[in-house]
DNA sequence: AATACGGGGCT
DNA sequence: AGCCCAGTATT
């Protein structure tokens, strides 16, 4: 069965495997930088990103002198910003305490910030060709069809890390492992799955009873809450007032138009007015309403009503941001859309 | 064990 | 509109 399956799988690989950009080279420092990147994230989604990064960003002394700031910028629109901030915090680590070098030891691997144990077994398995096991949502679905597993729970998880170890042939594991994930990706699919071309269906448990897409089981989501809010576009002689967020947290250190959460119905504007004055010092006229945005992101849901307003006078000043010189600052993806308008880019 | 953390592709 | 994506860190 064990033998099989890896033959079955390795063959099918060889012949159908994805030309993808971090398959051309056996730098582990690019395999680290496309292993972060595709954390969550779809792989059409990541290429211009990992070609940008990598001609921006091609070492890891390159990216460990770089600012934080510079490094946003690059990894604007990508999302899950922390894995920016902690790609740079451990390129720094590895050129201070790892000699420079991408460390080939699951210990140290996992001590680096934003490499989990799926992202470890990668750099180990793709990189170096060690056998150690990978488990993310493709590994999950082949497997759990593979055997029919049932349930999520802890337990299932810790069988579906072992299952991956104890299926990794001598000598293969780079390619095994990736053989695992094109599999989910192409053919083992969420729904729909392409069993009649799989090279696995005659040893398929969830195929032998036609129910592939019950696996594996999958938890029942929440609702995610609704939020509106308020931004102001504060314009003063060619520049418009930007607030830079918290680096720790949510769009941590991106730069966005200040905004204020909205409870209840209110008058938007004169809400608006409030909280420019009592947040910022400043006062206003005009508030005109500029657009009302949408963004889903994955815990809650974002309408945010846009107003541009004219600078009056203020007590204090801060962070004013010439209009020519937005694009050189990471905006989450909603604050671009505004900064796109009020440059006047459609 | 549950939640925070983005944005887009696809149906 | 909902699901899912080469997950990790925090609570």
């Given at each position: 069965?064990?033998?099989?399956?890896?033959?079955?799988?390795?063959?099918?690989?060889?012949?159908?495997?994805?030309?993808?950009?971090?398959?051309?080279?056996?730098?582990?420092?690019?395999?680290?930088?496309?292993?972060?990147?595709?954390?969550?994230?779809?792989?059409?989604?990541?290429?211009?990103?990992?070609?940008?990064?990598?001609?921006?960003?091609?070492?890891?002394?390159?990216?460990?002198?770089?600012?934080?700031?510079?490094?946003?910028?690059?990894?604007?629109?990508?999302?899950?910003?922390?894995?920016?901030?902690?790609?740079?915090?451990?390129?720094?680590?590895?050129?201070?305490?790892?000699?420079?070098?991408?460390?080939?030891?699951?210990?140290?691997?996992?001590?680096?910030?934003?490499?989990?144990?799926?992202?470890?077994?990668?750099?180990?398995?793709?990189?170096?060709?060690?056998?150690?096991?990978?488990?993310?949502?493709?590994?999950?679905?082949?497997?759990?069809?593979?055997?029919?597993?049932?349930?999520?729970?802890?337990?299932?998880?810790?069988?579906?890390?072992?299952?991956?170890?104890?299926?990794?042939?001598?000598?293969?594991?780079?390619?095994?492992?990736?053989?695992?994930?094109?599999?989910?990706?192409?053919?083992?699919?969420?729904?729909?799955?392409?069993?009649?071309?799989?090279?696995?269906?005659?040893?398929?448990?969830?195929?032998?009873?036609?129910?592939?897409?019950?696996?594996?089981?999958?938890?029942?989501?929440?609702?995610?809450?609704?939020?509106?809010?308020?931004?102001a576009v504060i314009l003063k002689d060619?520049h418009v007032l930007?607030?830079?967020?918290?680096?720790?947290?949510?769009?941590?250190?991106?730069?966005?138009?200040p905004?204020?959460?909205?409870?209840?119905?209110?008058?938007?504007i004169?809400?608006l007015k409030l909280k420019v004055k009592?947040?910022l010092g400043l006062r206003v006229k005009g508030k005109v309403?500029?657009?009302?945005?949408?963004?889903?992101?994955?815990?809650?849901?974002?309408?945010?009503?846009?107003f541009y307003c004219q600078y009056f006078g203020s007590r204090r000043t801060?962070?004013w941001?010439?209009?020519?010189?937005?694009?050189?600052?990471?905006?989450?993806?909603?604050?671009?859309?505004?900064?796109?308008?009020?440059?006047?880019?459609?």
């Amino acid at each position: 069965m064990k033998k099989k399956i890896q033959s079955k799988l390795l063959q099918w690989f060889e012949k159908t495997k994805r030309d993808l950009p971090w398959r051309k080279t056996r730098d582990p420092y690019a395999i680290w930088v496309s292993e972060i990147m595709l954390q969550q994230t779809q792989v059409a989604t990541v290429i211009p990103y990992y070609q940008k990064f990598l001609k921006t960003f091609p070492t890891i002394r390159s990216l460990a002198r770089a600012d934080l700031s510079k490094v946003l910028k690059v990894w604007e629109g990508l999302g899950y910003y922390s894995r920016a901030r902690n790609l740079h915090r451990a390129a720094k680590t590895i050129l201070n305490h790892f000699d420079g070098k991408i460390p080939h030891n699951l210990k140290d691997l996992l001590s680096l910030p934003g490499v989990g144990r799926y992202t470890a077994g990668a750099i180990l398995s793709i990189a170096f060709n060690q056998e150690v096991p990978i488990l993310d949502g493709n590994v999950k679905r082949v497997l759990s069809r593979l055997f029919a597993m049932t349930g999520v729970a802890k337990k299932t998880e810790n069988l579906l890390w072992k299952y991956s170890a104890s299926l990794i042939p001598e000598g293969y594991a780079g390619s095994f492992n990736q053989a695992l994930m094109d599999l989910g990706a192409t053919i083992c699919t969420p729904k729909n799955p392409l069993c009649l071309r799989c090279p696995l269906n005659k040893l398929c448990k969830a195929y032998r009873i036609r129910k592939p897409e019950h696996f594996p089981f999958k938890n029942p989501k929440k609702r995610i809450p609704h939020i509106e809010a308020v931004a102001a576009v504060i314009l003063k002689d060619g520049h418009v007032l930007l607030n830079q967020r918290p680096v720790k947290g949510f769009l941590g250190g991106l730069w966005e138009f200040p905004n204020w959460p909205v409870e209840g119905k209110k008058d938007l504007i004169e809400y608006l007015k409030l909280k420019v004055k009592s947040e910022l010092g400043l006062r206003v006229k005009g508030k005109v309403p500029l657009g009302t945005f949408q963004q889903t992101y994955s815990h809650f849901k974002l309408t945010l009503h846009v107003f541009y307003c004219q600078y009056f006078g203020s007590r204090r000043t801060t962070r004013w941001v010439a209009i020519n010189d937005l694009d050189q600052l990471a905006m989450s993806r909603i604050d671009r859309r505004i900064a796109k308008m009020v440059s006047g880019e459609r």
